[in-house]
């Protein structure tokens, strides 16, 4: 029996940091039939895919971060490295040196974890750029009023507050307005008003994810008509929503078609009644708001023609021995840390030795790129500047009267045997 894609567990514990129904089809347009079916479209019939594909492989320990009762604060020298110009880095109002909160829920028995890995990639990436830098560690746990209250004492002591995490504590304190200090929320509040001027959202987002794959297959299929495929969960909902809508605003078509998942796995009487319509009225794209194994029953089912496209949640992971055939061809949104760890910028930084599956290592990966938005800030304050971060390609702007943050992520195509090809999208 499979195990189930990690990517709905974390992105469960993301929430708690903070219908569609069957559509009608598409009109029809001309496309390859569908091939015979394997078994998934039959039924009753049984679809499993041949073995697990859904975890990271592992990877050498090249850095263990320290336990939660060790992290306080770091210090290092105080001299500011020179700016690109060559010109001598000014030295923050506080000190000779840049003073970086990190403010994390590492005593939550909810996100602990994920904050021990946003940890570990945060100090991965001062232990590289640690000139001129301290880094104050500070727990927190559930309660919003005592991170608020964290991070009042940690705005009083440092230059700039990394954090906080919890969804509702990164809402709660957007609406405080004691903002007072740069702060940089790992986390998107999820509220109607303007945020704090001082305040740069960095947090993965879902719903931008599914909109920059929107653009990605409009550019190949332009005035293609899209049918999503996506489930009943929350973060399925929140994948194709975002598609439909961006699909939509640029000016094309599409239906969605919402299958019934129980113990992971789509029911295979839906998957042969969305083959049988198909048949009839073919669409000229697929976007997936799928797990990895939910999208190999569909394409065992439907075939592997369908130009299909997804973000994360869709990736299988690069082990060769975890073969993947039915996803070859699919385009995948990611971030490049998941995708393109040969890249230079990618490359410089250890992979984390913990092993709790793709998905934490993603944080582990925002952890990295949180450090380096501070690090620049710290000696750039209110200014514009792009980073060439592991979770893309970051700009950043906090010179206007509203911050601003744009993550571009990395396209790539799926190939057999955890092979990722570039493709001409994203950074």
């Known amino acids: 029996m499979l195990k189930k894609n990690n990517f709905k567990g974390l992105r469960a514990a993301i929430t708690a940091l903070g219908a569609m129904s069957v559509a009608g089809l598409l009109t029809a347009c001309g496309s390859t039939p569908l091939p015979p079916d394997t078994g998934c479209g039959v039924p009753g019939g049984l679809c499993a895919p041949r073995a697990p594909v859904t975890s990271a492989p592992p990877v050498e320990p090249s850095y263990t971060p320290p336990p939660p009762a060790d992290a306080g604060t770091r210090t290092s020298p105080v001299e500011l490295p020179p700016r690109a110009d060559g010109t001598a880095a000014a030295p923050l109002a506080g000190g000779p040196g840049a003073r970086i909160a990190l403010l994390l829920p590492l005593e939550s028995q909810a996100l602990a974890q994920p904050a021990e890995a946003l940890r570990a990639g945060f100090m991965a990436a001062w232990e590289r750029d640690r000139a001129g830098v301290t880094v104050n560690v500070v727990p927190t746990g559930d309660s919003t009023q005592a991170t608020l209250d964290a991070y009042a004492r940690a705005a009083d002591q440092n230059d700039i507050v990394v954090g906080p995490l919890a969804r509702s504590a990164v809402a709660a304190l957007a609406s405080s307005g004691s903002l007072r200090k740069p702060t940089i929320a790992l986390n998107h509040p999820q509220t109607g008003g303007p945020l704090p001027r001082q305040m740069l959202v960095i947090g993965l987002s879902l719903e931008d994810e599914a909109r920059q794959v929107a653009d990605w297959a409009a550019a190949e299929q332009p005035g293609g008509r899209a049918l999503i495929v996506t489930g009943p969960a929350a973060w399925q909902q929140r994948l194709s929503g975002a598609f439909a809508a961006r699909w939509s605003q640029l000016g094309n078509t599409h239906a969605v078609a919402e299958l019934p998942i129980a113990d992971g796995y789509v029911d295979g009487n839906a998957l042969a009644d969305l083959r049988a319509r198909l048949q009839a009225e073919p669409p000229q794209l697929v976007y997936a708001a799928l797990d990895a194994v939910q999208l190999r029953q569909v394409r065992s089912a439907l075939g592997t023609s369908l130009p299909t496209y997804g973000t994360a ?88 009267a509203t911050p601003s943050f744009r993550r571009d992520e990395t396209g790539v195509v799926y190939r057999d045997g955890g092979v990722f090809e570039q493709a001409a999208f994203g950074r």
């Open 313 to 400: 949640s869709v990736n299988p992971g690069r082990d060769p021995g975890a073969a993947a055939p039915e996803l070859a061809g699919v385009r995948i949104l990611d971030l490049p840390w998941a995708v393109q760890p040969d890249h230079p910028s990618v490359s410089v930084y250890p992979r984390w030795s913990g092993n709790e599956g793709v998905d934490t290592q993603r944080l582990y990966a925002l952890g990295i790129d949180a450090f380096r938005i501070a690090r620049e800030l710290a000696l750039r304050p209110g200014s514009v500047f792009e980073v060439d971060g592991v979770t893309g390609r970051l700009k950043i702007d906090m010179g206007g």
